[in-house]
């Protein structure tokens, strides 16, 4: 795991704090939904040029590969360069994969395998955040990671996840139990202690916000986390450092969804359907406009959905929105999808510019992180413990008190 002085953190978060800056027009929500002054400024005719002739196979590609992106791009934006170099993290050694005990799902268990790789667990007493089931406990209940002094609990709000996990803790005899806790309350402070480390897979937002707050005000011994859905759990996104407080940046929740816009672990019959979704989308914006009529609301619908034909998706949108069921003619149906394919090509070719800084801004809330455990007195390492095809939100951050850090690490 890759640990480094305080200052080559707080370091690389201003430099990427600098570019987010200085390119907000190409990924802040609220210029990126049409890139109308982007495109009007000189500095990026080369850029939006270079995306408008990209191929749909080569759009299909980079959606899901930073790296791949900014290469492609590099010629004609030369921002591109730093950007690879701010995202890189070090990766730890990948691991073999690993059958998952009885029920359980295999890619979850490689997940749980990756984030404890290199682990020798030397606190007593180890709590899982947000446990669900608790799989980290699971694999803490088993080599080589077992122990008779380990004391091993979860916590989660899921009442029927927690009754879940205790029946299969009961079922294979494994020595850890879980609670039903809501995490933002105080309650969850009692497995907060200087006695305790602390796994957090996949924590969202808030949960693992909730989490560094108070697991340095009460002196935790030790905390594993990996974040995840910067923008969930949170009203209104607020930085954790006194660094990131005192930048005149201040992204959105809103905003905080491009750090999470990543396909590389969706199927493609997955990724089809939701292209289709955004097509039909745009389809029944275009026949609302022919017809002069509101449409605010828009019913969320299963990738199941796309299989129904965009008669059914029209329909559900009227209804969601109290308008009457309007056939559409076969004419008029081309028109709208046509429009709608063109519509579409010309979004999905300027996501690309907005989606070159999706790693930057995951690593500005992690660095957050970091640098505000560092701020209150923890060492921390931070890693990629997986590939992304495994899960994008691969981001590994450790950070202890005193000398006693899990060993390995």
């Given at each position: 795991?890759?640990h480094?002085?305080?200052?080559?953190?707080?370091?690389?978060?201003?430099?990427?704090?600098?570019?987010?800056?200085?390119?907000?027009?190409?990924?802040?929500?609220?210029?990126?939904?049409?890139?109308?002054?982007?495109?009007?400024?000189?500095?990026?005719?080369?850029l939006?040029?270079?995306?408008?002739?990209?191929?749909?196979?080569?759009?299909?590609?980079?959606?899901?590969?930073?790296?791949?992106?900014?290469?492609?791009?590099?010629?004609?934006?030369?921002?591109?360069?730093?950007?690879?170099?701010?995202?890189?993290?070090?990766?730890?050694?990948?691991?073999?994969a690993?059958?998952?005990?009885?029920?359980?799902?295999?890619?979850?268990?490689?997940?749980?395998?990756?984030?404890?790789?290199?682990?020798?667990?030397?606190?007593?007493?180890?709590?899982?955040?947000?446990?669900?089931?608790?799989?980290?406990?699971?694999?803490?209940?088993?080599?080589?990671?077992?122990?008779?002094?380990?004391?091993?609990?979860?916590?989660?709000?899921?009442?029927?996840?927690?009754?879940?996990?205790?029946?299969?803790?009961?079922?294979?005899?494994?020595?850890?139990?879980?609670?039903?806790?809501?995490?933002?309350?105080?309650?969850?402070?009692?497995?907060?202690?200087?006695?305790?480390?602390?796994?957090?897979?996949?924590?969202?937002?808030?949960?693992?916000?909730?989490?560094?707050?108070?697991?340095?005000e009460?002196?935790?011994?030790?905390?594993?986390?990996?974040?995840?859905?910067?923008?969930?759990?949170?009203?209104?996104?607020?930085?954790?450092?006194?660094?990131?407080k005192?930048?005149?940046?201040?992204?959105?929740?809103?905003?905080?969804?491009?750090?999470?816009?990543?396909?590389?672990?969706?199927?493609?019959?997955?990724?089809?359907?939701?292209?289709?979704?955004?097509?039909?989308?745009?389809?029944?914006?275009?026949?609302?406009?022919?017809?002069?009529?509101?449409?605010?609301?828009?019913?969320?619908?299963?990738?199941?959905?796309?299989?129904?034909?965009?008669?059914?998706?029209l329909?559900?949108?009227?209804?969601?929105?109290?308008?009457?069921?309007?056939?559409?003619?076969?004419?008029?149906?081309?028109?709208?999808?046509?429009?709608?394919?063109?519509l579409?090509?010309?979004?999905?070719?300027?996501?690309?510019?907005?989606?070159?800084?999706?790693?930057?801004?995951?690593?500005?809330?992690?660095l957050?992180?970091?640098?505000?455990?560092?701020?209150?007195?923890?060492?921390?390492?931070?890693?990629?413990?997986?590939?992304?095809?495994?899960?994008?939100?691969?981001?590994?951050?450790?950070?202890?008190?005193?000398?006693?850090a899990?060993?390995?690490?």
């Amino acid at each position: 795991m890759s640990h480094t002085t305080p200052t080559h953190w707080q370091k690389t978060l201003q430099q990427i704090d600098t570019m987010l800056q200085e390119h907000v027009l190409l990924w802040q929500a609220e210029h990126a939904r049409d890139h109308r002054e982007a495109q009007s400024q000189s500095r990026y005719a080369s850029l939006f040029e270079a995306l408008r002739r990209l191929s749909d196979d080569d759009v299909w590609q980079l959606q899901g590969d930073d790296l791949a992106l900014l290469n492609t791009l590099r010629p004609h934006f030369s921002s591109a360069r730093d950007i690879a170099r701010l995202i890189h993290v070090p990766g730890a050694e990948a691991l073999s994969a690993v059958e998952p005990p009885p029920g359980l799902p295999g890619k979850k268990w490689q997940q749980v395998q990756a984030f404890l790789n290199g682990l020798l667990p030397r606190q007593q007493r180890a709590v899982e955040w947000c446990s669900g089931k608790g799989l980290i406990g699971e694999a803490l209940c088993l080599p080589p990671f077992l122990s008779p002094e380990l004391s091993i609990e979860g916590l989660d709000i899921d009442e029927h996840l927690v009754s879940a996990g205790n029946q299969r803790a009961q079922k294979y005899q494994q020595p850890r139990r879980l609670h039903q806790c809501d995490i933002f309350s105080r309650a969850s402070e009692q497995w907060l202690s200087p006695a305790h480390t602390v796994f957090a897979l996949h924590a969202c937002g808030g949960l693992h916000q909730h989490l560094l707050e108070r697991g340095c005000e009460q002196g935790v011994a030790q905390i594993l986390l990996s974040p995840c859905c910067y923008h969930r759990f949170v009203d209104h996104y607020v930085p954790l450092s006194a660094q990131l407080k005192a930048s005149p940046l201040a992204p959105s929740t809103n905003d905080l969804r491009l750090a999470v816009r990543q396909t590389a672990t969706a199927r493609q019959g997955e990724r089809e359907a939701r292209r289709q979704l955004q097509l039909w989308h745009l389809a029944t914006k275009q026949f609302a406009a022919r017809r002069g009529v509101a449409m605010s609301n828009y019913r969320s619908l299963p990738h199941s959905a796309a299989k129904r034909g965009f008669d059914y998706f029209l329909a559900q949108q009227l209804d969601a929105n109290r308008l009457p069921n309007k056939l559409v003619g076969d004419g008029e149906r081309k028109e709208l999808l046509d429009d709608a394919e063109r519509l579409l090509c010309d979004q999905e070719r300027r996501e690309l510019a907005a989606m070159m800084f999706r790693r930057l801004l995951e690593l500005r809330c992690v660095l957050d992180s970091v640098v505000y455990l560092e701020e209150h007195g923890y060492t921390v390492a931070l890693d990629r413990f997986c590939s992304p095809q495994l899960s994008p939100r691969n981001l590994r951050i450790h950070a202890w008190r005193g000398a006693s850090a899990i060993g390995g690490i």
